[in-house]
């Protein structure tokens, strides 16, 4: 098992003292405070291609610990949305607050783990060398103690034999697995996954929101997930913010009031199957606005 | 016969065959000595003199080994300024082309005048002529790196020599082995010819003029051979260390 801090998932919350800080527990000495901390702050952002609207103003606010899920259908603008609290990507107006600071700063202290969509591992790289790059990389923002080393990640993941394979050795579910692994190994505060699963067959699809349930479950990791696939977004979030394309705006915020910890039995229940009717129609009455 | 020593046995039996052929026709045909030698003189020729011909093989294969890297080195400086900026690549593409197209054999008089002969010449020829390759080789592959890893690296802020070096250097890789044979070939050619006419003293082209001029077709063509196996010889190391070097990519997988 993970030994990292538990979460705040139902409990009380608990906040950052001050921004900009890696927090976690690992500080012993924090300030703590009633109130919730927002990690991503989105306010009033838009984007626009040239003359091509891709984002109409949207607002958004993931609290520390929260999991949020970006749900809608492609071409709504949630991967590029992604970008920029990434700051992969410029608002055209607007202005993001990750973590107290820019989306700029926030790479520049590797406050995100950033799982893309595919998982565009390097095919030199072992699976342990693949798994280690982001700490690897900018090596000044790394921790200099890792509170879950990546073997023992790799282990968590089932993984633990791979560790020198390549990755074309590796199926497309087990490359996704080191996918996360590499981003969860920097110990970021926040984690934004931009369809992480979508190029992977339904059941290999089904096993890994299953492992990344299980393993964000107990970090507090704020993490943000862009989805169109609405039991993905139903079995990890708290809450879902619904999109709708051309121009692209959240038009309904769910929250999920399935209880934690999440697990596998909960798909086969009624609870969980009303939850995405509710996301189903939100998403259709979303489309005919 | 196995599939292992098939791989063994069939390109010398082509080898073989060819020598054969070559031995017959002339002396069926009674060809003249300086339009083709037999390869039983060629052989005899080298056999005579082994050291002499060893000597000078070394010379110019340290002219291309040496020419070669310089190369390699310009093309993959000057290739990576062609793969972060497209200005900087349009820029420099028509130069290259022309670099390429131009027959260098044309202009080495002026380069010999220049810079006055000598080993330098030679190199500068090498270069000259292999740089171009090269560096298509070097943009083409750098251009090639997954854009997925180029954002993953982007999000934890990694220094452009970060990106460099743990990515598009590695994924430009494939394609400077391809362009390397090429680029050998045409180096080696460059020193040949350059030897022959940069008032050096040494190396298989100097002793190959020589014969020519004191019409000694055994020692031309003893240096041709030599020549060849010298071609060769860089191939081996190439594919070797594209053996050691690409384990990891589709190419070296059987």
Known sequence: MLRRCRSLHNGTPIAAGSHGVRTGCRTTAQVRSPVVSPRIEVRNVAKAFGSLDALAPVDLRVDEGETVTLLGPSGCGKTTLLRMIAGLERPSSGEIVVNGMSPTDARRHKQIGFVPQSPALLPWRTVEANARLLLDINRRASPVT??????????????????????????????????????????????????????????????????????????????LFVTHSIPEATFLSDRVAVMSPRPGRVTDDVRIGLPHPRTPELEDTDRFFHVTTELRRSLAAGMQR | MSPRTQRIVAPLVGVLAFGVVWELAVRIFD???????????????????????????????????????????????????????????????????????????????????????????????????????????????????DPAARELLASVDARPWEIFWRLRLPSALPSIFTTARFAMGLGLAAAYFSEGSAFVTEGLGYIGQRAAAFNNAEALWATIVSSALLGIAGLVVITVLERLLLRWHSSQRS
């Open chain 2, 31 to 145: 060809i003249r000595r300086f339009v083709l030698l037999a390869p039983s003189a060629i052989l005899t020729e080298l056999a005579d003199a082994p050291g002499y011909y060893w000597s000078n093989a070394v010379v110019t294969g340290w002219h291309m080994v040496v020419g070669l890297s310089m190369s390699l080195l310009l093309a993959v400086g000057v290739g990576s300024l062609m793969a972060s900026s497209r200005f900087i690549e349009e820029a420099t593409q028509p130069v290259l082309v022309l670099v390429l197209v131009t027959p260098w054999v044309a202009y080495i008089t002026s380069v010999v005048l220049w810079l006055g002969g000598g080993e330098q010449t030679v190199l500068f020829m090498v270069v000259l002529t292999s740089f171009p390759v090269f560096t298509f080789g070097v943009v083409g592959g750098m251009k090639s790196a």
């Open chain 1, 146 to 223: 890792p509170s879950a080393s990546v073997r023992d990640l790799l282990e968590e993941v089932g993984l633990g034999d791979f560790r020198d394979a390549y990755p074309h050795e590796l199926s497309g579910g087990m490359q996704q697995r080191v996918g996360l692994v590499r981003a969860f190994a920097i110990d970021a505060p926040i984690l934004l996954m931009d369809e992480p699963f979508a190029a992977l067959d339904e059941m290999t699809r089904t096993d890994m929101r299953h492992l990344l349930g299980r393993l964000c479950e107990p970090l507090g990791t704020t993490v």
